[in-house]
């Protein structure tokens, strides 16, 4: 089993920055994925930003050159920094886990407000 916490949302004006941080705890494998999704109200759950144990990312066009995602393999942890916020980056952000073939985990999610 896999459990995702996440910590760092909170309130902040447009322009500003926030670091979300994800730790995962239970068996963790090397070729698993970890990313950020978010929801808005009444929005479908989309992705910000994933990245695999080597490194690769990919980011949605929305967020490029604002957000950078990082991971930490050894402590199993995946951050996400995120600068010149805007009101429209409103949203629940969720920490993800993805394994291969089609197993995904999530955590309980952290509040994002970017005030305008």
């Known amino acids: 089993q896999v459990r995702l916490v996440e910590s760092g949302g909170g309130l902040v004006q447009a322009g500003g920055s926030l670091k979300l941080s994800c730790a995962a705890s239970?068996?963790?494998?090397?070729?698993?994925?970890m990313g950020w999704y978010r929801q808005a109200p009444g929005k479908q759950r989309e992705l910000v930003a994933r990245?695999?144990?080597?490194?690769?990312?990919n980011y949605a066009d929305l967020v490029k050159g604002r957000f950078t995602i990082s991971r930490d393999n050894a402590k199993n942890t995946v951050d996400l920094q995120m600068n010149s916020l805007k009101p429209e980056d409103t949203a629940v952000y969720y920490c993800?886990?993805?394994?291969?073939?089609?197993?995904?985990?999530w955590g309980q999610g952290t509040q994002v407000t970017v005030s305008s």
């Open positions: 990245i695999t144990s080597g490194g690769s990312t």
């Open positions: 239970g068996v963790i494998f090397s070729s698993d994925a």
């Open positions: 993800n886990l993805a394994r291969l073939p089609t197993q995904y985990y």
